[in-house]
């Protein structure tokens, strides 16, 4: 049987699929000395988060033919010198893509509808808060998508379903992929002067960094929210703290942070208009088993001597 390492363990659901298929080594830890100590003849790495697999790794597994990831990202790969070796990196693009989604309506209405205040406000005893009128509904409001890739289009056709109004600015989509009920922006300051709502997902590339900057903030309404669950370096986030402890936007909702875990003294931790979640967006319950499963169903592809769906290196190594 073919030895499959694991550097982190994977819930049972994976397991389960892999045990009579392969043998199962899961390291000390998930550090380089780790893996490397047990990857001399190993087949397949299966890869959460924690452990990077390195050139020295890769240069310590004669045998390895595939490295399979739990998720779409595979920057803990060095990708270039699996590529010289021949081993395939394997991803799930868009596995996440319905959780972040989701992430971001609650995040929507949870600042719409001011949960954290609410839930406080039953907590210390001052239940005839409720006749103040602090909460909004979505229906009728305008939610401006910056990025109408896999998530902001699974976040388009919810909040179309809520009765909202749908701004889109994304230069590199298609007009193929274009939708009547939706209008397109020709440039990010309409998106930004206009919205109600505004959401950003775009990847962090580097045209990208601090995308949402000083400027595009004092175009907002004061009334508005800017919801995050794309990555921390899109926002200028000084200029949004501001912003915020300022009262010139409504709010924000954040899962992604310029730096991550954010520092306990980061003043955004003491604004009552601002909801945070710890880069969680992704982290379902469900999403959880179909990242391992998915990435374990790629490895036995390998076993079984087919080629799995989803490999970065594909043309570097000639597959197609
Ligand atoms: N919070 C989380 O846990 C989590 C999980 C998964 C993905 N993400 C992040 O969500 C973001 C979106 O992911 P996706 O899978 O939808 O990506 P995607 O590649 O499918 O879509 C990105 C879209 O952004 C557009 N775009 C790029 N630059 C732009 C710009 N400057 N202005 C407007 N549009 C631009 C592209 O044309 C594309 O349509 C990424 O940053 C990803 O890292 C976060």
């Known amino acids: 049987m073919e030895k499959v390492l694991l550097p982190e363990r994977i819930i049972d659901e994976g397991l389960e699929l892999l045990k009579d298929k392969a043998e199962i080594i899961i390291t000390k830890d998930a550090s380089e000395q780790s ?3 047990e990857v001399s003849d190993t087949f397949a790495i299966i890869l959460r988060s924690k452990a990077k697999i390195t050139r020295s790794i890769i240069e310590a597994a004669p045998k390895l033919k595939v490295i399979s990831r739990t998720g779409a990202g595979y920057d803990n790969v060095d990708v270039q010198a699996a590529t010289e070796h021949n ?3 394997c991803n799930l693009p868009g596995i996440n893509t319905v959780a972040v989604a989701e992430h971001t309506i609650s995040l929507m209405l949870a600042l719409l509808k001011q949960l954290p205040k609410m839930d406080l406000y039953v907590r210390n005893g001052q239940w005839g808060k409720r006749s103040e009128f602090i909460s909004e509904e979505a229906f009728g409001k305008t939610i401006g998508i910056v990025g109408l890739g896999k998530i902001g289009r699974e976040v388009m056709f919810r909040c179309k379903s809520m009765g909202m ?3 889109v600015y994304d230069p590199y989509v298609e007009n193929a992929l274009k939708d009547n009920d939706i209008r397109f922006c020709n440039d990010v300051e309409t998106l930004f002067t206009q919205s109600d709502v505004i959401t950003l997902h775009v990847p962090n590339i580097p045209e990208n960094k601090k995308m949402v900057d000083e400027h595009l903030i004092r175009l907002m309404k004061p009334t508005a929210y800017i919801i995050n669950t794309s990555r921390g370096e899109v926002i200028d986030q000084g200029a949004l703290t501001s912003a915020l402890k300022e009262h010139r936007i409504a709010g924000a909702g954040l899962d992604v942070f310029a730096q991550e875990p954010i520092e306990q003294d980061d003043p955004l931790l003491t604004l009552d208009n601002v909801i945070l979640t710890p880069h969680a967006a992704a ?4 999403s959880g088993i179909k990242m391992t499963v ?3 169903k790629q490895v036995i592809d ?8 989803y490999i970065v290196n594909r043309r570097e190594l000639h597959l197609e």
């Open 35 to 37: 893996i490397i100590d």
């Open 87 to 89: 081993v395939m990196v």
């Open 165 to 167: 109004h749908v701004l």
């Open 283 to 286: 982290l379902t319950k469900e």
């Open 294 to 296: 998915e990435a374990v």
């Open 302 to 309: 390998c076993l079984e001597g087919r080629i799995p769906p």
